[in-house]
């Protein structure tokens, strides 16, 4: 096992098309007659538990947890002004899509940023709101984890960023 993919159980990891999880540990599985190592990771929020192949873990893009820095880069970016393309949506929406399955920070910030909507400006279309909160929840969650404080006080802080911008 490579020695910067060495995740121990109880540590928090990020699965980009996934969020935040936290790792169960490893185990060892008989898949088509060879045996095959995997970390088991939950994810609390979605109830859901993922095996990823040791050797694979690289591939998929987990990773550890952002630092500080990149959580405040991240902040950083939900203060700036929205850069809404005049693109048609479906070509936006894909952008925004790769963006939040990115599992970088910065980019999940982006797309929290560009689609949030304050009090005087026009209602969301379904989809819009759907990736803001698909976006936004992906964020706040390992903005706690980061930071160590619970979701809900994570979101609120962030909502605040939002409002303040």
Known sequence: MAKEFAFAPGEYVVYPTHGVGR???????????SNLDV??????????????????????????????????????????????????????AQEYEMKIN??????????????HRNVGQPDR?????????????????EFAAVEKIAPEAAAEQLEQVLEAA
């Open 39 to 92: 970390f088991i990771i939950d994810f609390d929020k979605e109830k859901m538990t993922l095996r990823v192949p040791v050797g694979k873990v690289k591939v998929a893009g987990m990773r550890r947890l952002s630092t500080r820095k990149v959580m405040e880069s991240a902040l950083t970016t939900l203060k700036g002004r929205a850069r809404v393309k005049r693109t048609m949506w479906s070509r936006r």
């Open 23 to 33: 790792i169960k540990g490893v185990e060892r599985q008989m898949i088509a007659d």
């Open 125 to 141: 279309s379904y989809s819009e709101r759907q990736l803001y909160e698909a976006a936004f929840n992906r964020l706040s969650r």
């Open 102 to 115: 990115s599992g970088d920070p910065v980019l999940i910030a982006e797309v929290v940023r560009d689609l």
